[in-house]
């Protein structure tokens, strides 16, 4: 993996790539992991897939579903499509050549088979100069799942040339409109396959996935009180032996998912809780008299975010997964909430007040260093990483009522999800156990 | 036209129909069912200057009134005759008009003891959704208390956080957000 990437910055570091007046690349060369926007992306040819006319507009969508994956990812600069042509007939005698001739370092391309009712790809990645196939893998499923085989493929195309795992296999689950109710729903990370998965005519929301199995924890007024229930990859819907009181919310799930951190008024007040799955045993974590809501576990498992207006307006606060040594983490911020911790656990998101609307910002831990990711476009609410901690998914109202947008994790590249509006409260799977 | 420009508008044109069943629209409505300014105070204000002299009434006192009981909770939450108390900006505290409303409000309850009532806290729009669930909660509660505090039977009373889900008025102006953020009565068998 590591000599993939080093072939590609060969690649480009050689190839005619970035030559139409644009500064040079920086000194030095590709090294270390790729993160962040500054970087060369690696560019890549993403040819439809050959195969039977009958079978071109799978191809299509399977050539467009991978290059937006790539292009998504932030490691790849997707060459357009109307270049490819030119490719064909350049004087270069061998393939590899030929792409190599329009800037390509990498050529993701494929062959279908004609299989009835099922989809039978071939993927082949090569690297253009010097010419070396990277790997050939086959994919198959039902062919109403097309996008679903694309977005293995791009997975493993970001995996062969960065060493990271892709998200594009990944999920969002969100809260939307129906009826009278709010149900939860699911689509594919990239806002396609949109499906309802709850029909309980009444009010949902914040559902979070379990970090270890296809299910989903969120709160429900299904039964009147607001409580929380887990929702199973088939569909059946389990109350949590929450600590008692009429309001269990917000809940979060420990990173082995066999705890819940929720907030409760069982004692009277609103306070965090802790719940044992397997022993279906609660307990208080925070006994201030003040709210005490919105907990997010750290990856590490060993502390929790959590919002209190313990000194008046609320703010975010961590403390030990035990509920000892509060500190508080925002400053500065009229009013925040909505934490959700970072993949990695170095960084915290949540949203802050200004003016009346939410912004989304990130607390570096280490260092406390703030940042803006989003900057007055409407409110924006609910931040929750992908994954690889590359992105986050949240909903703005930026375009009239509230919709589910991306954006990377320094607030670039801002994608629209969903339309049609009263789409709320997301989050992003982990990746397929 | 690029290969990205493609696929979004892939995805706005399935995202598009595929919302449109599931995520509707918001409806516009900005009526608001439920204020307490509704038509509680009209009837029986009019009456003193004929002041008939009292006829005896044939069956005095009868007691029909409770046969139709599914309907008549309808009918009472319908009328209003348990008001809505409204609250300041992310605050829970009772004020003196809310006071006046409650005092009201638990006179009725406690002459209708068989009833649950559920308090329903709701908040506007401005706060955060998941802080919202918790000061919903809060008003709820404190209303719960107060009623309480007045004689009203605490077990009979049902306090329920809506956070902002349930907003009476789905305007985005402080007219809206004063009539949202509040506490609201349900009459149950």
Request: aromatic share 6%; charged share 20%; hydrophobic share 35%.
């Amino acid at each position: 993996m590591r000599r993939a990437i080093l072939l590609v910055a060969a690649a480009l570091a050689a190839g005619p790539a970035g030559s139409q007046g644009e500064p040079p690349p920086p000194p030095g060369g590709v090294t270390g992991v790729i993160t962040g926007t500054g970087f060369t992306r690696i560019k890549i040819a993403v040819p439809e897939p050959e195969g039977d006319p009958t079978l071109r507009g799978i191809a299509a969508e399977i050539a467009a579903t991978v290059r937006d994956d790539l292009a998504y990812s932030g490691y790849f600069e997707v060459i357009d499509p109307a270049l490819y042509p030119l490719a064909a007939t350049s004087k270069e005698t061998t393939a590899t050549d030929k792409w190599a001739s329009i800037g390509a370092a990498a050529v993701a391309s494929g062959k279908l088979a004609p299989g009835s009712g099922r989809i039978d790809f071939r993927g082949k990645l090569v690297n253009a100069s010097p010419a070396t196939t990277l790997f050939e893998r086959r994919y198959g499923g039902p062919s109403d799942l097309v996008r679903r085989v694309a977005h293995q493929y791009a997975d493993d195309i970001v995996q062969q040339l960065t060493g990271q795992p892709g998200i594009a296999m990944t999920w969002i689950a969100f809260v939307g409109k129906h009826g009278k109710g709010k149900e939860i729903y699911m689509m594919d990370y990239d806002g396609q396959r949109v499906r309802r998965i709850t029909s309980t005519g009444s009010i949902n929301l914040m559902p979070t996935w379990s970090p270890v199995a296809q299910r989903l924890a969120y709160m429900s007024w299904r039964t009147g009180a607001p409580s929380i229930d887990v929702l199973e990859s088939d569909g059946k819907i389990t109350r949590a032996q929450t600590a008692g009181g009429t309001m269990n919310i917000s809940p979060d799930w420990s990173p082995d998912g066999r705890r819940i951190v929720y907030a409760s008024n069982a004692s009277g007040n609103c306070d965090v809780h802790i719940l044992d799955l397997a022993s279906g045993r609660s307990s208080r974590l925070t006994s201030s008299p003040a709210i005490d809501a919105s907990p997010s576990f750290a990856p590490n498992g060993r502390e929790i975010a959590f919002t209190s207006d313990r000194s008046g307006s609320p703010q975010i606060y961590v403390m030990d997964a035990e509920g000892l040594n509060v500190r508080r983490l925002s400053s500065g911020d009229d009013y925040a909430d909505a934490a959700a911790w970072s993949p990695k656990g170095d960084r915290v998101a949540y949203v802050s007040r200004r003016g009346g609307r939410f912004d989304i910002v990130v607390i570096e831990i280490q260092s406390g260093a703030v940042t803006s990711l989003t900057h007055g476009e409407g409110s924006n609410e609910n931040p929750r990483w992908s994954p690889d901690g590359r992105h986050l998914v949240f909903s703005s109202n930026r375009a009239g009522a509230y919709d589910l947008y991306t954006m990377r994790a320094d607030g670039t590249d801002v994608r629209r999800l969903t339309r049609g509006g009263d789409c709320i409260t997301p989050d992003w799977s982990h990746r397929t156990p | 036209m690029s290969n990205r420009t493609c696929v979004w508008l892939a995805t706005v044109a399935i995202g598009a129909g595929l919302l449109a069943s599931g995520c509707s629209s918001k409806a516009k409505t900005t009526t608001t069912p439920e204020t307490a300014t509704a038509p509680v105070e009209t009837a029986p204000t009019t009456t003193a200057e004929t002041a008939p002299t009292p006829v005896a009434e044939p069956f005095p006192k009868t007691q029909v009134d409770k046969a139709p009981v599914e309907s008549s909770i309808d009918d009472l939450n319908r009328s209003g005759v348990l008001k809505t108390v409204y609250f300041a900006y992310n605050n829970d505290s009772i004020d003196d008009t809310a006071k006046t409303i409650l005092q009201g409000n638990a006179a009725w309850i406690q002459s209708h003891a068989k009833y649950t009532v559920e308090i329903g806290g709701h908040c506007d729009e401005r706060g955060s959704i998941g802080y919202n669930v918790a000061l919903g909660d809060r008003r709820a509660t404190a209303v719960k208390s107060y009623l309480a505090s007045l004689g009203a039977n605490a077990g009979k009373l049902v306090a329920i956080s809506y956070g902002e889900e349930k907003p009476a008025d789905t305007g985005h102006d402080e007219t809206a957000w004063a009539k949202n953020r509040r506490a609201e009565f349900l009459i149950k068998p």
